[in-house]
């Protein structure tokens, strides 16, 4: 390495000698904390090509105000997975090994060269709830489902190094990211020595931005992007605007850390920092406990930002404390940040690119819905928000139904499922125990959750059911219906399971706008529950609070939740526990010792786990009849050199998408319908229904999620006129009759026609599903145009090679006259070709015989999404996957 700025030094610590590279030199005192540790990482990665000392200057010389338009080479230090973006990724790897193979290379080239860890997470599903068995029988019917996936990953985890799975049933990849496998500070031998270097982290789920309260730099990409980190590949991004985030005062009596996080998710997705790093500083950094930080830190993707960073200070070490970190990483985390001007000093203030302010003391109780995260409504504002809304989705305000069977009506608004679930809140012990205190004065009230409510408990932790036990609130839990259903990521990724037959009936037969309460980060239409219309975010007491109450259609500070056994009012305000108790809850039944206990054997996983037949060698042997792990089609009869890239001609519009599609609408993770072509696909191979699992669980089987792109059930093709589900015009048939987007795809490529897909504003928002971007390439889209493109969606598309357009400023579909009948000829893109990228491309719709008459040619310049110089090779083969298969042969 050439060392240009000769800032190897060493570090010693304890009785051990670190080799580090050093910035304080460089006067870099004022640099926003994140950008530090992507200076380290260009110090330590410095090769003469890739990395150069310009580089280096780019960031120390880095000017907050100036647009950004210098590329880095970022190297993350790991990667980290979930199974359902994770098993594509070993799918993809194990095809790698072989088109290796193929063309005349070695197959262990194909190798994580950054540790790579995969926690099994995704798969749970909540079919048992509300009983005291419910958690085992869920992973019965787990172990049953994903047998084969399993399988798959305990081949993958002999097979490969640097490659480590944590077993199913073990918790959130997030939660175990920040309570085990967080180092905060790497350490790893080079040549002989120990080398001291920040963590970071690359992710195959949005929100790996968890691991920003920890003080690490870690974000969520596309699993083709993880890819290609695993394989050594740099990350290609530009040096970013960091906003800094100046929290103050004292979260008041009444809210919580949720409640914290929803108001600031409102205030910078108004202020607009999409692919921007956002970092807090400050003096009221210190007072925000490390959980907050997490919980923060999680909700970045809902803001739109690349992170959202805190720095490293005496909270961090103390957190790295409890959860079980030796006394020797400890030291070594306070040594080497303060060596590095790493350690938060609050007297120094960075200079960042813009500012926000937050006083903690303004925030107050609330939700979020009911189908976006960052549309904050106040609890005491509820009851009203909710009526406000319910027109959109209901025909009339009220439509009291009665449930067969059963002694009780239910009616619009009824909250049907109340599930305290997910990474974002489930690792922070504040809520959690304030649920547990909740519900322990509910049952001593003599107050039940409604029979209608689908109630759960999924922690993203054992730790927290320990803590549950310790604290004596596991039997309040049970006694409203709370009961562990599992460990995972349940109902916030849509696998809440099935409602209860009878209520299902009686809410699709009366067309019924019924709501689920979730303590999640996301609740995009169509992603919770099929029968469930409205989604709502709130904090964990506050789904405990929900499910006494039944509705939205509620208000807390009016109505009370029911009465005691002398037939007085209780409300929610004599239930909830004050911060006092919540602290003196959490200091006396949280220790170390639980972490290191539930830690010990991490990989090791239970029973069932070890007792499954594992495929030995190191290339996969595929069983053609599977329909989980299928050989993916991406390398089929790649040639060694690239083919030239070509203009689009005679293209036509698949689909034309609104504002705000998000990756569940255009590749949902949940349930499968049996009328669907991934249904039909199933059956015909001998499936039962029973048997269909999701679609996040079978994104080992391409054929399958080509035919699940487009299937989300409230995806509304503007092709059609009120029509939902996974619908558009076949525009190969002379009437252009409705058809499914997947038959009609095959039409399509029948008669080699190229597809486009129009859309609007923040296309791609959400999750970060690499199978959003696999799924529109398969299906024969060549071209996006968008009003605007969330971060890894638009990276992702070009990583299958989509080229992502947008619409020139202020210009739409609609207004420039586009409705989706017309024939597109996009040129310019051949200008890749010569190693440039052409600012616009040429785009021509004509009208066909599909169109209304009189319609006239629109001709406009869009503008060509693809932003770094490593994007644009990425292109030109076709793909990242095609780049770093013919770089590794090479």
């Not at 991004?237 to 960091?242: A, D, E, G, S, Y």
Request: aromatic content about 8%; charged content about 20%.
């Amino acid at each position: 390495m050439p060392d240009s700025f000769k800032s190897a030094k060493q570090l010693q610590v304890g009785s051990k000698s670190y080799k580090y590279y050093s910035m304080p030199e460089l006067g870099v005192e004022k640099l926003p904390f994140s950008l530090k540790i992507l200076l380290e990482n260009m110090l330590r990665t410095e090769d003469g090509a890739n990395v150069t000392a310009d580089h280096v200057n780019a960031i120390v010389n880095w000017d907050p105000k100036a647009e950004p338009d210098t590329e880095i080479q970022f190297s993350p230090a790991r990667v980290i997975m979930q199974d359902f973006t994770g098993v594509p990724c070993v799918v993809d790897l194990a095809t790698m090994r072989e088109a290796v193979l193929e063309l005349g290379g070695d197959p262990q080239k194909i190798n994580p060269l950054a540790p790579a860890e995969m926690v099994i997470d995704h798969s749970v599903v909540i079919d048992v709830a509300g009983s005291a068995d419910a958690a085992e029988r869920n992973v019965e019917f787990e172990y049953q489902r994903n047998a084969e996936r399993y399988q798959f990953l305990r081949w993958g985890q002999t097979a490969f190094d640097n490659f480590k799975v944590v077993p199913p049933g073990t918790g959130i990849v997030h939660q175990v990211n920040i309570e085990y496998l967080a180092r905060t500070v790497m350490v790893r031998e080079f040549n002989g020595e120990l080398v001291a270097y920040p963590d970071s982290c690359v992710g195959t789920d949005s929100h790996t931005t968890m691991v920003n309260g920890l003080g690490v730099l870690g974000w969520g990409v596309g699993g083709i992007e993880a890819e290609a980190a695993m394989l050594g590949q740099p990350v290609s991004m530009l040096i970013p605007k960091v906003v800094g985030f100046k929290l103050t005062g004292q979260i008041p009596v009444g809210a919580t850390a949720t409640d914290v996080v929803l108001t600031i998710t409102e205030i910078l997705r108004k202020h607009g920092v999409v692919g921007k790093f956002v970092e807090f500083y400050g003096s009221g950094v210190g007072r925000v406990p490390l959980a907050n930080r997490a919980t923060i830190g999680n909700m970045s993707p809902e803001f739109g930002s690349t992170v959202a960073i805190f720095p490293i200070d005496e909270v961090t070490l103390d957190y790295l404390r409890i959860t079980g970190r030796s006394d020797e990483e400890v030291a070594l985390v306070e040594a080497y940040t303060k060596a590095q001007g790493l350690w938060h000093d609050p007297s120094i203030e960075p200079v960042y690119s813009e500012y926000l302010e937050l006083d903690l003391s303004t925030v107050v109780p609330s939700i979020a819905g009911p189908k976006r995260p960052q549309d904050r409504i106040e609890l005491s504002n509820s009851k009203n928000a909710f009526e406000k809304v319910l027109p959109s989705y209901a025909s009339v305000a009220s439509k009291p139904t009665k449930v067969a069977g059963h002694d009780y009506l239910i009616d619009n608004g009824a909250v049907t499922i109340a599930s305290i679930t997910s990474c974002t809140n489930t690792s922070n012990p504040s809520v959690m125990l304030a649920a547990g205190l909740v519900a322990r004065n509910a049952v001593k009230r003599g107050l039940k959750a409604k029979p209608w409510v689908k109630t759960s408990l999924a922690p993203g932790s054992k730790v927290v059911t320990e803590y549950y036990e310790k604290a004596g609130l596991t039997k309040d839990l049970d006694a409203l219906g709370f009961n562990l259903v599992g460990y995972g990521c349940t109902t916030c990724i849509g696998n809440s399971g099935p409602l209860a037959q009878e209520i299902s009936n009686a809410i699709n037969e009366n067309d019924l706008a019924v709501t689920a309460v979730l303590s999640g980060n996301r609740n995009f239409e169509g992603r919770i529950n099929p029968d469930v219309k409205m989604n709502y975010l709130a904090s964990p007491p506050l789904v405990i609070a929900y499910a006494l109450a039944g509705t939205m259609d509620f208000d807390f500070e009016n109505q009370p939740l029911g009465q005691d056994s002398s037939g007085a009012d209780v409300f929610l305000r004599d239930i909830w526990p004050t911060p006092d108790e919540v602290q003196q809850t959490i200091d006396s039944s949280i220790n170390s010792e639980m972490f290191k206990s539930q830690y010990a054997s991490v990989f090791d996983g239970d029973e069932r786990w070890r007792s499954l037949p594992t495929p030995k060698g190191a290339i996969f042997e595929w069983d053609e009849k599977s329909t989980y792990v299928k050989k993916a089609p991406y390398f089929d009869n790649m040639p060694l050199q690239p083919t030239p890239v070509s203009d689009v001609h005679g293209a036509r519009v698949l689909v034309k998408l609104g504002d705000s599609v998000t990756t569940d609408h255009i590749s949902p993770a949940g349930s499968i319908k049996a009328d669907s072509p991934a249904g039909k696909y199933l059956s015909e191979r001998g499936v039962s229904r029973v048997d269909f699992n999701s679609y996040g669980s079978r994104r080992g089987n391409h054929e399958v999620m080509i035919r699940g792109t487009f299937a989300n059930i409230r995806l509304r093709n503007q092709l059609l006129d009120n029509v939902e589900g996974s619908y558009t015009r076949d525009f190969s048939k002379a009437d252009g009759p409705q058809a499914f987007i997947f038959d009609a795809s095959e039409s399509y490529r029948a008669d080699s026609t190229p597809l486009v897909a129009l859309a609007g504003k923040e296309y791609g928002s959400g999750s970060s599903r690499d199978w959003a971007a696999k799924g529109t390439s398969l299906l024969g889209i060549k071209v996006v145009i968008a009003e605007s493109f969330e971060r890894i969606h638009r990276s992702n598309l070009i990583g299958m090679g989509v080229l992502p357009l947008q619409f020139p400023k202020g210009e739409t579909a609609d207004s420039l006259g586009l409705d989706g009948t017309e024939v597109f000829d996009v040129t310019g893109i051949e200008a890749l070709n010569a190693g440039t990228t052409p600012k616009t491309v040429r785009v021509v719709a004509k009208p066909s015989a599909h169109s209304p008459q009189g319609k006239s040619v629109v001709e406009f310049d869009a503008v060509v999404r693809i932003d770094t110089p490593g994007e644009a090779d990425y292109f030109r083969n076709g793909g990242i996957l095609q780049y770093v298969l013919r770089s590794l042969v090479a």
